[in-house]
């Protein structure tokens, strides 16, 4: 026997929530796929200062995201059939996904607060790092001049800080274009621009995580009051 009533409303309201779930899921896993290939932290991410790699602590952190936005689009297909089907199996199967992708996104919202002041410090000191041995001619000084020109032109600065800004271009203009004016005036040094590239990209992900988390609670009361009134309804 169907569900009628209140009940009725509720299953296709809660259809509609997986609808928008599935479309969430797929604006999720587009967004992370995004990220990852952006030009300008795979330029960054992928350089390589003698036998040491660029810190891509950041991708673990897109990684888990595609992988949610995936499960999102699966969960959303399959919380949509089971409210189509008034099936309590499919209904339970997909709360139970529910409860384990909320708790999922919790422990990557934490990594994420947790880590997201230490990933732009890794990158701001592997920049220093490279820039010491390009200004100081230390060996394989070419290798970090490439590293250390790289970071200029794709973040479109120059130097940790506003003194190294506004005297590098001077100094070294091989490293830096010659605007030491410019510089001063605009503050342009690398730890700006690094602290703007991933805070702008995390408050991203933050806010797409909130939303997500929003409908997923909305769902999971959803999904139980309905699992209770198919229960209701073929009782009697």
Known sequence: MGVEGCTKCIKYLLFVFNFIFWLAGGIILGVALWLRHDSQTTNILYLQLGDKQAPNTFYVGIYILIAVGAVMMFVGFLGCYGAIQESQCLLGT????????????????IW?????????KDV?????????????GEA?????????KTFHETLDCCGSDV??????PVWRDDLCRKD????????TNCHKKIDELFSGKLYL?????????????????????????IRNSSVY
């Open 180 to 187: 030491s004016l410019k510089s001063f005036f605009e503050n």
């Open 205 to 229: 992900i933050g806010i797409a995580a909130v939303v997500v988390a929003v409908i997923m609670i909305f769902e999971m009361i959803l999904s139980m009051v309905l699992c209770c009134g």
């Open 112 to 120: 994420g607060f947790v880590n997201k002041d230490q990933i732009a």
């Open 94 to 109: 997909f709360f139970t996904c529910l409860v384990i992708l909320f708790a999922c996104e919790v422990a990557a919202g």
């Open 140 to 148: 394989d000084a070419n290798n970090a001049k490439a590293v250390v």
């Open 163 to 168: 003194l190294t800004a506004t005297f590098t």
């Open 124 to 136: 701001k000191q592997f920049y220093d790092q490279a820039l010491q041995q390009a200004l100081m």
